[in-house]
């Protein structure tokens, strides 16, 4: 196999076309690659424009880097052409368009191509680069999603509201996914939720995940060389995340036989050291396009139709709707709303994140558990990051631009189509009820009943105020307290302010008191 390091060597004869593939555009299913051109030479890079737009995990910038060579090894092995420009070579230029400019320069390319950015930076960025350009440039699709970046706008078109079921049934019915007579939802019902979600029970142990033993420490070395900033750590001799396809498709297939049949049942648990459960880990695989959503729905509903006595149908669905449903809604309200949505704070929030977040050095052990394992695993699940982190942020009158450079920065999974509409929309309702309905906020009850964290807590679940009680309970109350005239009308929550306005002055006052203190301390929880 030819190394990275020959591949310049390689594209000396690069002719006309210039192709860029960005480090999240790795699909060698693109029609791109269906046939290789000599005229055409295509481009990767390993950037600090794009490793330092904000501080990310090392596990994150190791695996886009690993990826991104195999990809290039790949291409090669298919007879293109390719230049890679790796983080240290001294001909870098750190930039997209210094590099491309150069390029253009020594090498008289007469085109320039590239794929649709996800990310409203980089297709600013790129679009303007090509505004400035003296020759001939084109733009393509990455064909990947299901459906294009328009296709949510039109679908809600003259509408005030952008309910995720109705684009999700939109999408079953367009793709005949798990669809029957022409437009009917398989057995009957378009949505199983009240089927799934259940708290793991005492003795159940989950299966092991399933985890590759890269080693990627030459990459590791060379990002140490550099003055990037990372979060968390990594084993860079085991590196546990699919770095190529065949890596994915390997996690694809071990989580359809042995986690899928779970899946939708235990979706929202969560327990102290399992950090996946049945989840399936796919995210950063699928984001950075080495398998794609098709692939991961078609090959579920297989195993789900060889395997349907043993596979409840909930588990299915379920899964699908993550996919179908979610990931492009949330892609859909994002090229909606953008760049706009970057910038909204219905709550007009200002504080800080709590240092424990860089850390997980905090007494409350549901915040411990879902911190610590994404320092050590650049992963949580979805309800961790919903109820636990995203929770505690909202509760805390955190400012959504720091919640969303955390989440940016520390999941592997984490690119900003995807996770500012999750973070700002959907977990700190910052953007005022586009993606969801309600704030997801709880007190310990609803963790209690998820988990099993709050019997291993310093904090009392059950206490609300005084000593040790658990500060979720009294944030909670304050939320809703401190927001009454902009939450009290919402249909969805006009119950909680008939139990808050009915509690006596006295226990009103001293929730509200309990949590002041909590919030004037909140580096010491
Ligand atoms: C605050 C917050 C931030 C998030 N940030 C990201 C992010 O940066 N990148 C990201 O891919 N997901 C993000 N999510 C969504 C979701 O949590 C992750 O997709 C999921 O945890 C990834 O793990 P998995 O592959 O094991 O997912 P599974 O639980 O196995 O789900 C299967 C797939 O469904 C898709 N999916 C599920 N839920 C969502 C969702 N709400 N939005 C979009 N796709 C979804 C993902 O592609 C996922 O791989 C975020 C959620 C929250 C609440
Ligand atoms: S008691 Fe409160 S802080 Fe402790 S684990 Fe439970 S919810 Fe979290």
């Known amino acids: 196999m030819i190394d990275v390091e020959t591949l310049n060597k390689m594209a000396k004869n690069a002719t006309s076309t210039l192709r860029l593939i960005l480090g999240d555009q790795l699909n060698i299913n693109h029609s791109w690659f269906k046939k290789v051109d000599d005229q055409v030479t295509y481009v990767m890079m390993e950037i600090r424009s794009e490793t330092d737009y904000v501080q990310h995990h090392i596990q994150k910038v190791i695996g886009v880097f690993a990826a991104m060579q195999n990809f290039a090894k790949e291409l090669l092995q298919l007879h293109h052409k390719v230049i890679y420009i790796k983080l240290n070579d001294e001909n870098n230029l750190q930039s997209f368009n210094k590099n491309l400019d150069a390029l253009v320069l020594k090498n008289s390319f007469s085109c320039f191509e590239y794929q649709l950015p996800d990310e409203y930076r980089v297709d600013q960025y790129l679009k303007d680069y090509c505004k400035a350009l ?44 798990l669809i029957i007579d022409g437009d009917k939802p398989l057995h009957g019902k378009w949505n199983f939720d009240e089927d799934n979600r259940q708290k793991l029970p005492k003795n159940h142990t989950p299966n092991s995940p399933l985890l590759f033993t890269n080693d990627v420490s030459e990459i590791d ?80 509903i297989e195993e789900y139709t060889n395997r349907s006595i043993e596979i409840e149908y909930n588990q299915l669905e379920g899964f699908v709707r993550q996919i179908i449903g979610w990931r492009e809604y949330m892609r859909g309200i994002y090229w909606l709303k953008m760049p706009e949505y970057a910038s909204l704070n219905y709550f007009d929030h200002t504080e800080k994140l709590p240092q424990w977040f860089w850390t997980g050095k905090t007494k409350m052990n549901c915040l411990k558990n879902a911190i610590t394992q994404s320092l050590q695993f650049a992963y949580a699940h979805h309800i961790q990051r919903l109820m636990i982190t995203g929770n505690f942020a909202l509760l805390a009158g955190v400012n959504p631009n720091e919640v969303d450079a955390w989440y940016l920065g520390i999941y592997i999974d984490a690119f900003e189509w995807v996770e500012i509409t999750n973070t700002r929309g959907m977990s700190q309702f910052a953007d005022g009820g586009i993606v969801g309905s309600k704030p997801y906020v709880s007190s310990a009850t609803y963790i209690n009943k998820m988990s099993s964290y709050c019997s291993g807590c310093y904090y009392d679940k059950s206490k609300k105020t005084g000593d040790k009680a658990c500060p979720f309970n009294s944030l909670y109350w304050n939320f809703y307290d401190k927001h009454e005239a902009k939450l009290s009308r919402n249909p969805r929550i006009g119950m909680m302010y008939n139990v808050w306005r009915k509690m006596e002055p006295t226990a009103k006052a001293q929730l509200l008191e309990q949590a002041d203190y909590y919030l004037k301390h909140i580096n010491e929880l």
């Open 134 to 177: 003296s020759i001939t440039n084109n733009v393509t699709d990455t064909e990947h999603f299901y459906s294009s970046r328009a296709e949510l706008g039109n679908l809600f078109e003259g509408k005030k509201t952008y309910l995720m079921e109705t684009f999700y049934r939109y999408m079953r019915k367009k793709h005949h996914v």
């Open 221 to 300: 070395i060379e990002i140490k060389k550099t003055s990037i900033k990372t979060i968390g750590v990594v084993n860079s001799k085991n590196f546990l995340w699919p770095i190529n396809r065949s890596q994915s498709l390997q996690l694809l297939d071990f989580f359809v036989k042995k986690c899928l049949p779970l899946f939708g049942t235990f979706q929202d648990a969560m327990a102290p050291n399992e950090w996946s459960l049945y989840h399936s880990r796919l995210s950063f695989s699928m984001n950075i396009k080495l398998i794609s959503p098709q692939e991961v729905v078609n090959r579920a």
